[in-house]
């Protein structure tokens, strides 16, 4: 059964660093691309990050470039997302997902079939 697992979140102030974790099991994530994701409370569930299978390739939304990172570690079977000098406006309920078909290459955060039940991050200014 395919799972994947999001953890590390948490409220923190502005201009702070948090580190979240998706772990994933019941496949073998060598083969997968895995994406990061956010829903703020109103708003759409947007896409902030893919990572390839292999972490040969990543993309970041506009909104995060240059202060979140994603990453792979495959011996942990997880994929993570260092997330820096974080804003107000980066709260949101985090979740990680991937596709088996697409992968990063989905256009549309639908395309993910697979998703983890979210982790909350608060920031306060």
């Known amino acids: 059964q395919v799972q994947l697992v999001e953890s590390g979140g948490g409220l923190v102030q502005a201009g702070a660093s948090l580190r979240l974790s998706c772990k994933a099991s019941g496949f073998s994530l060598y083969h997968f691309d895995i994406g990061w994701f956010r829903q703020a409370p109103g708003k759409d569930r947007e896409r902030i990050s893919c990572?390839?299978?292999?972490?040969?390739?990543?993309d970041y939304a506009d909104s995060v470039r240059g202060r979140f990172t994603i990453s792979r570690d495959e011996a942990k079977m997880t994929v993570y997302l260092q997330m820096n000098s974080l804003k107000p406006d980066d709260t949101a309920v985090y979740y990680c997902a991937t596709d088996f078909e697409l992968g990063c290459r989905a256009h549309s955060v639908y395309d993910f079939d697979y998703w983890g039940r979210g982790t909350q991050v608060t920031v306060s200014s």
């Open positions: 990572i390839s299978a292999r972490g040969g390739s990543t």
